[in-house]
């Protein structure tokens, strides 16, 4: 069979799309972003218990006294564990997501539930948009919406409206034909038939629509974190980046309780304007025993239950949390203020010396009065991302060989801002308890010790392309060994229970790393030299950006960082622990008084 090239003709349109509707692009993501401040600031501005009050109180009105107390009990530990402005930036996610989701699917539905011809149409198309993996999303996505939250929620738009459209479609077909005939006979245009007969005695499978088209904008939330939008799916990526189980499983928590929370009150909402639903929650009521444990099961009335969440919200605006203007980051010295609060922005993917290296330049710039932001993508998006202007500099990029690829598709946009770190390398690793192997060449034949396989990271590190289309072959190792496409964090927790359990295991690797501190690893020497030349690491940056920051980009051509420097900052940031980078740097610039002042000299003028 020819090779067919869909995925030539795929790039074409999207290239296309880009050149041609890039205007409709930046209104779409100027209103979905507007519309996610909005949310996010009416979520996040009260106190985190008051807020959960509020909560509390929209479950107390639809499910009862437990519902409402158990509500709070949630919210009250989401707060305590520290996820809470993270907990209400992905609640706004899934609102703005949700609404967005069903003003598209409830029409749709309608319209094939009306038309068998329109069936057929958006039924393939559905069909598509469920089963196609929801990470391909994203790759479109980032290139017609840049990074952020706006590819996140097309990511859970499209993800989520299949269901609601399914579901809208199956209610309105499952009405009896006869009332629908007994409609038309008496003269009822189609118009009132359909708001008459049709979506009243179809509500209760809409809701149940409504309720999977939440929970599944939900379950996005992760994907959400990798192509750099705020909240619980930046914690779990994070965490899993970084193989933190404390901080995977306190984000999970946060998941889990919204998740129970939205799943409640959705079902609830569908008992609440269903006629059917209102019908069984009076019969239900009519039967509750009018002593004891009757308490449990109260619930207000609507009038009760709307003033109660309308009394805690002005209590909440009378506490000046909407629009004040405090400031609680550090104030600085008017001779180091050289930033007069710019905003820099930073990017850097899960690479220890990278979130090292940004976290580092994000303390140094906070301390001489710039506003730096730091936020993690994944190795491709990240220089995705410095190609359009998402973030203004990279502290990341191996050249001349391992990120050589994203150079020659995006070397435009940037301006290489010169090498920090000097001779890295790039390797595949074995523990030293494996004896006799201590270079590429040694592997051959002993693919059935390893089970055939070497453990790589994210297939798009350009370390993974250089091993699968080069040093394999080269060593003949290409039919004896498949490298296993994961990531970074995955490679480690594979490199740690197979070391735990004495088992062989060959992973890739590169240096510096703080792994060659924590195990005792070979590094597998390249004696033909398919590795290539050694890299240095760069510090990159829009070139748009870098024009107008001048005195950041003057500070990040002059820096330089020793193996020693660089192995201790990672050190102290691994102690630290993944939710408290921050102390981490800080607490490596105390003990390297004169650092900052090296990277970031105040003499020179803003």
Known sequence: MPRIHLGNWAEDA????????????????SVVNHMYDGVEWVLGGPPPLLMAAILAVIALWMRGLPAGVLAFLGFALIDSIAQWDEAMQSLSLVVVSGVVALLLAVPLGIWAARSRTASMVVRPVLDVMQTLPAFVYLIPAIIFFSLGTVPAVIACI??????????????????DEELVEAADAFGTSPGRTLMRVQLPLALPTIMAGVNQVIMLTLSMVVIGGMVGAEGLGSTVFGAIS???????????????????????????????????????LALARAKLPTRGLSVLRY????????????????????????????????????????????????????????????????????????????????????????????????TDAWLPTTHASYLQQYGKDYADLGKWYDQTSLEVSVPSYVKGVSSMADLKGRGKEFGGKIIGIEPGAGEMKLLNSTVLKGYGLDREYKV??????????????????HRPVAVVLWSPHWAYSTYELTKL?????????????????????????????????DFHLTEEQLSSLEADIQSAGQDNTAAGVKKWLAKNPGIADKMAPVTATG
């Not at 499209?158 to 009405?175: D, K, N, S, W, Y």
């Not at 990531?487 to 197979?498: P, Q, W, Y």
């Not at 290539?532 to 870098?546: E, Q, T, V």
């Open 299 to 394: 619930r207000p009335r609507p009038a009760v239950g709307l003033s109660a969440v309308v009394a805690l919200a002005l209590i909440a605006c009378g506490t000046g949390i909407f629009g004040g203007d405090s400031d609680d980051g550090p104030t600085t010295a008017g001779s180091a203020n050289v930033g007069k609060g710019r905003t820099v922005k930073i990017g850097s993917f899960n690479w220890d010396e990278s979130i090292a290296s940004a976290n580092l330049w994000k303390e140094v710039l906070d301390s001489r009065g710039y506003k730096a932001q730091v936020n993690t993508y994944d190795p491709g998006a990240a220089f995705t991302g410095l190609s359009t202007g998402n973030f203004d500099y990279l």
């Open 242 to 280: 970084q193989v933190n189980i404390g901080l995977g499983f306190e984000g999970g928590i946060a998941v889990v309780i919204l998740a129970i929370y939205l799943d409640r009150i959705t079902g609830a909402l569908g008992d609440q304007v269903s006629p059917l639903g209102r019908r069984a």
């Open 484 to 501: 296993v496409s994961s990531s970074t964090s995955a490679m480690l927790a594979e490199l740690k229970r197979d070391y735990a359990q």
């Open 525 to 557: 020497a390249d004696p033909k030299g398919l590795w290539g030349k050694a890299d240095s690491i760069h510090n990159l940056a829009n070139k748009g950006r870098a024009d107008k920051l001048p005195q950041v980009t003057a500070w990040m051509k």
């Open 14 to 29: 999207v290239n296309w799309l880009t050149d041609h509707l890039s205007w409709l692009f930046d209104a779409i993501s």
């Open 158 to 175: 499209v993800f989520a409206m299949p269901v609601g459209v399914r579901m809208t479609e199956l209610g309105i077909r499952q009405v």
